[in-house]
């Protein structure tokens, strides 16, 4: 187990080479990474109403870390009154709503582009456009004869002009 651990370890990078001043590295308190310290992990704070989720797939070639209220995007997680279904599941206060970048849930649109930059793509979501997605969007240049190159993606949802949900993920096969 520590092998298939230490294959697909992918702790946040203290600085990645080119990489823009928006890539970030932590939601809430939790590292966007996957190793022996940071696994699959869903965690409920129930006063605040928040749930960070952190997933990994393909060995950690995929990886998500997700801040929202949303709970059909962790119905496997917790059951219906908010009790845990797994030992990887656990209710208990999250250390902020932040992210390492300083970006907070209840910013507005205008806040998230002074501290990040101006986002790769703008587009309304939801089955009536109620929301504003701010995607930023970027891939490592290619280092040498290795063809596989890591994707980062940042999401930063907005409903009625404040930030609801922030999604990170990472493809580090694109």
């Known amino acids: ?20 001043r928006w890539l970030d590295f932590s939601i809430a308190g939790y590292a966007f990474a996957y190793d022996e310290k940071h696994t699959v992990t869903t965690v409920h704070d129930k006063k605040r109403g928040f749930f960070i989720k952190r997933e990994v797939e393909c060995d950690g070639g995929l990886l998500s870390l997700e801040l929202t209220r949303d709970r059909h995007d962790v119905l496997e997680a917790f ?7 797994s030992p990887s599941s656990v209710e208990k206060p999250l250390p902020s ?4 970048k300083g970006v907070t849930i209840g910013d507005s649109p205008a806040t998230v582009a002074k501290r990040l930059g101006k986002p790769t793509k703008v587009e309304r979501t939801g089955s009536r456009g109620q929301y504003l997605d701010y995607e930023y969007v970027w891939q490592e240049p290619k280092s ?7 994707s980062y993606d940042e999401v930063y949802t907005f409903k009625k002009g404040k930030l609801i949900q922030i999604v990170f993920s990472r493809d580090a096969g694109a």
Request: aromatic residues 2%; charged residues 15%.
């Open 1 to 20: 187990l520590s092998l298939l651990f230490a294959a697909a370890s992918v702790p946040p990078p203290a600085h990645i080479q080119g990489a823009p």
């Open 79 to 85: 059951d219906m009154e908010g009790h845990p279904l």
């Open 97 to 100: 709503l932040t992210t390492g």
């Open 144 to 150: 040498g004869d290795d063809d596989l190159q890591a």
